[in-house]
C-alpha cells in the first residue's frame, strides 16, 4: 500500500486548453510572448464553442483526477461562446468527480459588449449558486473602466478577482493600475514583471513560464507578504510534476532553497477550496507525502482516489464515473473541428 494524503488543488488552471495538444502550427513562428498570445491562444480561443468547451473541461477533469488532483481554479475565455460557457465547465467538473471554482476572464480585446457580456457571465454564474471568482484576462487587455466594474461586481458578490499579472514586459504598468483595487481574496496569477505588493495570493506557474519563456517569478521573494499557490496555467494538472519544477526553478534562483518550500506552496491552494482536503489519494510509492521524496522521485501515479463523502472517484488509475477511453474519443473529435476552424 502506498502513501495516503489529501487530493491536491491545481489553483490556476484553463480548461478550455486540452484540447491544443496537436493543434496546427501558428501562421508564423511566434518570437515573444505577445507574438505566442497572438498566434497562439487568442486564436484558439476565438474557435470554442460550448460542445468543444464540454469535452475539453471533462477530459481536462479526467486527467486532473488521474493525477490526484480533486480541485481546480479555472479561469475561462471564450470570446464568441461566452454565456453558459461557465455552467458548462462546472457540469463537465462534477460529472467526474472534480470541484471547480470558475471564473470567466473579461477582456476589451473584443470590444466593450465583449466585456459586458463576460461580467454578466461572471454574474449569472455566481448567482445561481455557481462557485467562483470574477475573471479578468489581464490589466493589458482591459480598460481601466473594465478593471473598475470587475473589482466592483467582485465586491458586490461576495468573491475575489482572477486576473493574469504582469506575466510579460508588457503588463508591467498592471501594478499601479491595480493597486487601488486588489483586496486579500484576490487571485494574482504569474506576477513575473510585478513591480510592487499587491493584496492578494500569488499563483505561482513554473511550467508556463519557462515555456513562455517569460522569466522566473521569485515567489518565494513575495512572502509573507503574498499567499503562495500552484497552478499549471492549463498545461495538465499534475500537482506533484508542478511542484518538482517549482522546487528546480526555486533551486536554480536559490541554491538553499527547500522542497518543502515548493511542498507549501502546493498545500496552499487548499485556502481556495478546502473541502479538497477531504479528499484521500493512494499512492503507488510509499513516500508520495514527503516533499524531500517527491522532489527527486519521477512517476509517481494516483491508484485511487476516494471523495470526502466517501465515494470512490478513481479505481486501479482510472476514474469511475466516466469512461476514460470514451471522454478520450470525444475531445479527439472536438479536436479535430477545432483545428479545422483554426
Known sequence: MGAITSGLVCSHHHLYSSLARGMPAPPKQPTGFQEILDQIWWRLDTALDLEMLRWSAMLGAAEALMCGTTAIVDHHESPNAIEGSLSVIADACAEVGVRVLCAYGVTDRHGSDGARR????????????????????????????????????????????????????????????????????????????????????????????????????????????????????????????????????????????????????????????PEAQHDRVTWNYDHADSPWHVAFTPGVRALDVVSGTGEVLLRDGRPTRVDIDEVRARASEQAQRLFARL
Do not use: K
Open 118 to 273: 463576460g461580467l454578466a457571465e461572471n454574474e449569472r454564474f455566481i448567482r445561481a449558486g455557481g462557485r467562483g471568482m470574477v475573471g479578468v484576462h489581464a490589466a493589458f487587455t482591459c480598460t481601466d473602466d473594465t478593471l473598475h466594474a470587475a473589482a466592483g461586481l467582485a465586491a458586490d458578490l461576495g468573491v475575489g478577482v482572477h486576473i493574469h499579472v504582469a506575466e510579460g514586459p508588457g503588463d508591467i504598468p498592471a501594478g499601479a493600475r491595480l493597486e487601488s483595487l486588489a483586496a486579500d481574496d484576490w487571485l494574482l496569477v504569474h506576477c513575473v514583471y510585478l513591480d510592487r505588493s499587491l493584496s492578494g495570493t500569488i499563483a505561482h506557474n513554473p511550467r508556463s513560464n519557462m515555456n513562455n519563456a517569460v522569466g522566473y517569478a521569485a515567489p518565494a521573494r513575495r512572502f509573507p507578504a503574498n499567499r503562495v499557490v500552484l497552478g499549471t496555467d492549463g498545461i495538465g494538472a499534475d500537482m506533484l510534476e508542478e511542484m518538482r519544477l517549482a522546487y528546480v526553478a526555486h533551486r536554480a534562483d536559490d541554491v538553499l532553497a527547500s522542497p518543502e518550500t515548493a511542498w507549501q506552496w502546493l498545500e496552499n491552494g487548499y485556502a481556495l477550496i
